[in-house]
């Protein structure tokens, strides 16, 4: 005797559970332009490693005899994959069953997938399509009562943030615990045209007589109220990308900088771009206009290996760039004002980036970089407003408590409190700066009418005299002045930037691998 009956039951159910919410569901998902999760999950892992956790789990329909006559599978699906070559946990939310709503499936499965993340010491990645989570008013209906709501596992959700690199891609409409779900990540993404989140749809919006009147069209009433591009702009997702095939490669691409877990060390990949490569056009990256505009992430491209810049979070907090990227192949987090940007002043919005960005690096373990051009904490009447302060102080103090190795090269500018949080100065400051540097606790060239207005009330010739004072100050100015005095640690040709950041790269990993 064997056990081959219940094997073709076995066999039965799995291919129910592929049909998902059926041919029309999976047939409207696609007409919508999107992919269904088992495509998604395909599309995702390296070819052929997804193996399913829980497929034939769902609510099951019987006849009088108690026989089989469809299943209903679980709008979540997990399992384990290689992403890489390496391991991860994969989940999917399937939108073709209830709009993805956790109510109609299996609440363990969410838990038991987070849980399998963290104590195995595996990266998960969420693909988040619907709500997934809380119940509509006709399951109140069917429960009889209203309960105060929880989250079955957000602890463990928790948890991971703690412990393993968390990738969340909104993949579709998403709201409440399915929008809590993306939040609650290290790197999230959002598909321009087919991502939306929100703690409220339109309609629930509407319906408590809230301000928000959306479109009558019901996408663009959902576009208006949390589209990518509202949310990849106020820092709740990340990065907006054209298509889900591009969302799957942006999550490939920073995990492949990513260790595994906290408490293991990110990989270094093999280099081919010289270490000693000398880029000619760094010479005259920084105009001498101090007022003159320039591309930073050109400098990027020219410093780290090539190829390898990985930006995250580009489209907010903009006076800040943000980035992945490599030296000599090993990984680096990287920091890098942008001039072109409220002239590269910290807004609250620059700093609160700043500040999860190093706490990030300091989680995994990346050595910072820090190109420097920065003219201080943004001003005026809109930046008091806005806590710029605060969020400015939460920066510097996250660039304090880093205990990972921190490097800086002040290309141009680094002035007031803002420039003290380029580099914590209490401990070994390791630090470039090049010969178009300019620094001080303020930039004397708005000071200088205040600071010497008895001398030029007394001048017989007041814009000759501060000509001349300009000109005395432009001495004391110089970069090569605060060498003396060791108050700067180098001045390089800018030339020498990628082979002097490789050689740190080596050191601040070497100290890395002795801690590990």
């Not at 829980?54 to 599978?73: F, M, T």
């Not at 807004?347 to 910072?368: C, G, N, T």
């Not at 000071?447 to 000759?464: I, Q, R």
């Not at 050689?503 to 601040?508: F, G, I, K, Q, V």
Request: negative net charge; proline residues 5%; hydrophobic residues 40%.
């Amino acid at each position: 005797m064997t056990w081959e009956k219940e094997l073709e039951e076995l066999r039965r159910r799995e291919a129910l559970a592929e049909e998902m919410g059926g041919p029309d569901k999976v047939a409207r998902q696609h007409g919508r332009g999107k992919m269904d999760a088992r495509a998604r999950l395909a599309a995702l892992c390296d070819d052929g490693t997804f193996r399913e956790i829980g497929k034939i789990a769902g609510k099951g329909s019987y006849d009088e005899d108690g026989n089989l006559e469809s299943v209903l599978p679980a709008p979540f699906l997990f399992g384990k994959a290689l992403v890489n070559g390496r391991p991860v946990v994969a989940t999917a939310d399937d939108f073709t069953i209830r709009g993805g709503a956790a109510d109609a499936g299996i609440s363990r499965k969410m838990v038991q997938a987070e849980k399998m993340a963290h104590e195995l010491k595996l990266p998960i990645i969420r693909m988040i399509d619907g709500t997934g989570g809380g119940g509509s008013v006709k399951t109140l209906e069917q429960i009889g009562a209203t309960y105060i709501p929880a989250v079955p596992g957000w602890g463990d959700v928790v948890t991971n943030l703690d412990t393993i690199p968390v990738v969340a891609l909104a993949l579709g409409p998403t709201a409440g615990l399915g929008a809590a779900r993306v939040v609650a990540s290290h790197y999230s993404v959002m598909v321009k045209g087919l991502s939306q989140i929100f703690a409220a749809g339109p309609a629930v919006v509407d319906g408590l007589g809230e301000s928000y009147k959306g479109s009558t069209d019901h996408q663009q009433a959902k576009e208006d109220l949390g589209g990518s591009g509202i949310h990849t702009r106020n820092g709740v997702v990340d990065d907006e990308v054209a298509s889900e095939a591009e969302a799957f490669a942006r999550a490939r691409h920073f995990l492949a900088f990513m260790p595994e877990h906290v408490g293991q060390l990110a990989r270094r990949s093999n280099c081919t771009d010289p270490v000693h490569r000398r880029e000619e056009d760094l010479l005259s990256l920084v105009p001498r206009d101090p007022k003159a505009v320039y591309s930073m992430r050109r400098c990027m491209e020219m410093v780290f290996d090539q190829g390898t810049v990985f930006e995250i979070g580009r489209m907010w907090g903009r006076a800040c760039i943000t980035a992945l990227a490599r030296l000599d192949g090993w990984p680096v987090a990287v920091l890098a004002s942008d001039p072109s940007y409220l002239g590269g002043s910290w807004d609250a919005k620059s700093s609160e980036k700043v500040e999860r960005f190093i706490k990030l690096a300091d989680q995994f373990r990346l050595p910072i970089v820090h190109l420097v051009d920065n003219p201080g904490f943004m001003i005026g009447r809109e930046a008091e407003m806005a806590g710029t302060i605060r969020y400015g102080v939460q920066a510097m103090n996250a660039v304090y408590k880093a205990s990972v190795p921190l490097a800086s090269v002040v290309l141009r500018r680094a002035y007031g409190i803002a420039g003290s949080a380029m580099s914590n100065a209490e401990t070994y400051q390791y630090r470039f700066c090049w010969p178009s540097g300019d620094w001080g606790s303020l930039p004397i060239a708005g000071g200088l009418e205040v600071a010497y207005k008895s001398d030029l009330e007394a001048a017989e010739d007041p814009e000759a005299e501060l000509a001349a004072i300009r000109a005395r100050l432009d001495q004391v100015t110089s970069p090569f002045r605060s060498a003396e005095r060791f108050n700067v640690e180098d001045i390089i040709d800018p030339r020498d930037t990628r082979p002097l950041l490789c050689e740190y790269a080596e050191l601040a990993w070497r100290r890395l691998e002795s801690e590990a």
